[in-house]
């Protein structure tokens, strides 16, 4: 009997030091790759990363909104409020740049954490966690759609939401707790929430029979007159601006405009079945997901992290519902075309959710010991391999970022050059850089009112149909040069005159562009590829 106890207890002490081990692993393993995470948007000061420069201007205007209430209103009505409000409070105590820089920050290491509490919930083995912090750098981060990146974690913390959710009974408490999270989600982006919506109804479905699913559903049925209206408001501003909306007219509206999206849709997937596009189009979901353009190298390397689990002991469920989820979030990317509801780039955002996902497919085999279930992996080799792609693909975004510190510099300089609080027009020519999907530069000279105040235009502020932004121009909008065409700027046309500054990037100098204004315009500074010009005004 002694014999026995000892021998029970030193299998047990052997578990729990081999257990404090993996623990040791674990979480060495996570502060390591939320460091290398995090550390590209500190190398440098001004992030290139597409939209997010508007929305530090933006930002910089609400905050200062004394300055810009004569001309600018705020729109509270916006299902970007989640991200703004977290952003105005660093804003407080750090400028527009950096403030957005902070909620970046805390949203890409809420990727990871929010897909850690979904492997709980799943009750899943928590190393397989480590794939996602590669897919943090999505699609969407490096066009800086700055909402969506916020609403992003707290999209999959609602996957996991709904786990539970599920496989409670139905009580006030819950239902509560159910409206509350949507909603909260809708205010974080309302296309996350579309999104969220019908994974939730997926996710749902998989511990519920059809009849139960509909009544768990009801919590967030009850949002969609306040979606309704949210859209009758939009479609109240487009009348405004003399397009197809009519007031007193919202219902009519609301159906004429869902009825021509679904037929778009409808005609966008002929085409591209037509055309032989889908092959394409999977292949730029699985580049998107870990932030990259979709070359076979990045898609083989996606689909070995999505694989992970499965080469390190885990086992494809055979629980046919525990599918949908994965299914789903592939089948909404490749039939939403680019463009629906006045976006763009709309299926490929969704690529940040196939990696959380994906672990819906999957299952602890029972056959493994506890310390396989919890620990690392079985398979030394193949557990390396997704901690060594992984930590390649945060290693390359360092370096990626670390292209950009000779253009910080250069553009820190210009803007020293700039006197505060005048309106500038971006002329962003050269958009060359070591980001081959997505323009770095298209909106990076807002940093400018981001910094010193002022208005650089184009923005969505003055954007016809952005009615999502929280700040709008008050008056009538006058013409604005194409964003991707600026060597089409008209000096007449674009109104030249109404600008202190046009703040240029090209490789080469550019006053042609300003030879009608009678001599007004000057070369004032030139540092690398940014060109400063100033409208001499009498």
């Known amino acids: 009997m002694n014999t026995y ?22 979480w060495a393993l996570m502060v390591s790759f939320s460091l290398m995470l995090i550390a590209p948007l500190w190398v440098i000061h001004y992030l290139p990363l597409g939209d997010l420069p508007d929305h530090a201007g933006q930002l910089y205007a609400i905050l200062n909104y004394a300055d810009y209430r004569h001309d600018y209103k705020i729109n509270w009505f916006t299902p ?19 403030a957005l820089k902070i909620v970046c920050t805390l949203s890409v290491l809420a990727i990871p954490l929010a897909t850690a509490y979904l492997l709980r919930v799943l009750q899943l083995n928590r190393f397989w ?121 919202y219902i009519g509206h609301i159906l004429n405009r869902l009825d021509t999206e679904l037929s778009y849709i409808a005609t966008q997937f002929s085409e591209r079945s037509s055309k032989g596009e889908h ?10 997901a870990i932030g990259r353009p979709p070359y076979s190298d990045y898609v083989v390397l996606t689909l070995l992290l999505l694989a992970w689990p499965y080469m390190v002991g885990a086992k494809l469920t055979r629980t046919w519902r ?30 940040a959710f196939l990696m959380p996902l994906c672990l819906f497919l999957y299952e602890v085999d029972a056959s493994n010991n506890l310390f396989q279930k919890y620990g690392l992996v079985k398979g030394s080799l193949r557990g390396v ?29 210009i803007l020293d050059k700039m006197e505060s609080n005048k309106i500038v027009l971006a002329l962003m020519i050269n958009q060359e850089s070591k980001l081959t999907f997505s323009p770095p530069y298209m909106h990076y000279a807002s940093y400018y009112q981001a910094e010193k105040g002022g208005v650089v235009l184009p923005n969505f502020s003055h ?30 046309k674009h109104e030249g005159a109404r600008y202190d500054y046009f703040l240029v990037r090209s490789n080469k100098l550019k006053d042609g562009l300003f030879n009608q204004s009678a001599g007004k315009v000057t070369l004032v500074a030139r540092q690398g590829n940014w060109l400063l010009y100033k409208n001499n005004k009498d």
Request: charged share 10%; hydrophobic share 55%.
């Open 322 to 351: 525990r599918w949908l989820p994965f299914l789903s979030v592939v089948g909404i990317y490749m039939v939403v075309p680019y463009w629906i509801f006045d976006t763009a780039y709309v299926n490929t955002r969704f690529a």
């Open 80 to 98: 970007y409020l989640v991200g703004y409000s977290i952003s105005l409070v660093f804003g407080l105590f750090f400028s527009a740049t950096t």
């Open 463 to 492: 954007d016809p149909v952005a009615h999502n932004v929280p700040l709008r121009y008050r008056h009538a909008l006058w013409a604005l040069p194409d964003g991707w065409l600026p060597e089409q700027f008209d000096w007449f």
């Open 279 to 288: 092959g394409q189009r999977a292949a730029e979901m699985l580049g998107f």
């Open 129 to 249: 966690v480590l794939p996602t912090f590669a897919t943090a750098y999505s699609f969407s981060f490096f066009w800086g759609f700055f909402s969506f990146v916020v609403a992003t974690p707290i999209t999959i913390a609602f996957f996991a939401f709904c786990v539970t959710y599920s496989q409670q009974p139905r009580s006030v408490k819950t239902f509560a707790l159910a409206a509350i999270f949507s909603l909260f989600l809708f205010f974080a982006h309302a296309m996350a929430w579309a999104f969220a919506m019908v994974i939730g109804a997926v996710i749902i479905f998989n511990y519920n029979s059809f009849k139960d699913t509909k009544a768990k559903l009801l919590p967030f049925i009850v949002l969609l007159p306040l979606v309704f209206y949210w859209v009758s408001v939009n479609g109240a501003s487009q009348a405004a601006q003399g397009n197809s909306g009519e007031f007193g007219n």
């Open 5 to 26: 106890i000892s021998r029970a207890a030193a299998h047990y002490l052997a578990f729990f030091q081999r257990d404090s081990v993996q623990n040791r692993i674990y």
């Open 385 to 413: 391999l997704g901690v060594v792609i992984t930590a390649t693909v945060l290693i390359s975004n360092c370096f990626l970022f670390a292209s950009f510190k000779n253009n910080d510099q250069d553009f820190k300089s």
